[in-house]
T-cell receptor
């Protein structure tokens, strides 16, 4: 099983609908992130959380909200989806550089299409 | 404003030869750099990193070179293998342990058997 699991993997929805993308991890990491990937733009940080009571905005947080329900769970919500939120979304975790090279561990991605 | 740039969207290299992927950055506050590899339908996975106090870091077939004065880094893969075909992202951070990474746009590497 994957250490960082995202659900759903694919979702098609309509403009104005509320969408939630969920992320859970078994790595025991405190830090969790949501990134968005668009063609030609690389990955951009939406929100991040360093522990359950900590939520921070990233570069492109407008139109998104998050909830850190537990150390292992971090969900991303689009309250009213719009077509330019069509993208590939990645959840990631890290241990704050206590071990390894301080890298992020990514989930497999959630492809969202807003019609 | 793209602070981390990978100007080659794609690169094709013969199996066994050297693959060189390039990355330029504009923010002089960046102090730690990472390369990630991404296969289709999978998330990016960490490959190798380098701190600005070094100019080279090697891990098996993968070597990252950093030229801080030119704000340029490169990833060398020698010898290239078919399994190296993937999209490679360069990422930068103000310091080690700061995971608020700024990513480049990626380079799709294709290894030709």
């Amino acid at each position: 099983d994957a250490d960082v699991t995202q659900t759903p993997r694919n979702r098609i929805t309509k403009t104005g609908k509320r969408i939630m993308l969920e992320c859970s991890q078994t790595k025991g990491h405190d830090r969790m992130y949501w990134y968005r990937q668009d063609p030609g733009l690389g990955l951009q940080l939406i929100y991040y959380s360093f522990d359950v009571k900590d939520i921070n905005k990233g570069e492109i947080s407008d139109g998104y909200s998050v909830s850190r329900q537990a150390q292992a769970k971090f969900s991303l919500s689009l309250e009213s989806a719009i077509p330019n939120q069509t993208a590939l979304y990645f959840c990631a975790t890290s241990d704050g550089a206590r071990t390894g090279s301080g890298e992020l561990f990514f989930g497999e991605g959630s492809r969202l299409t807003v019609l | 404003d793209q602070q981390v740039k990978q100007n080659s969207p794609s690169l094709s290299v013969q199996e066994g030869r050297i693959s060189i992927l390039n990355c330029d950055y504009t923010n002089s506050m960046f102090d730690y750099f990472l390369w990630y590899k991404k296969y289709p339908a999978e998330g990016p996975t960490f490959l190798i990193s380098i701190s600005s106090i070094k100019d080279k870091n090697e891990d098996g077939r993968f070597t990252v070179f950093l030229n801080k004065s030119a704000k340029h880094l490169s990833l060398h893969i020698v010898p290239s293998q078919p399994g190296d075909s993937a999209v490679y992202f360069c990422a930068a951070s103000p310091n080690f342990g700061n995971e608020k990474l700024t990513f480049g746009t990626g380079t799709r590497l294709t290894i030709i058997p």
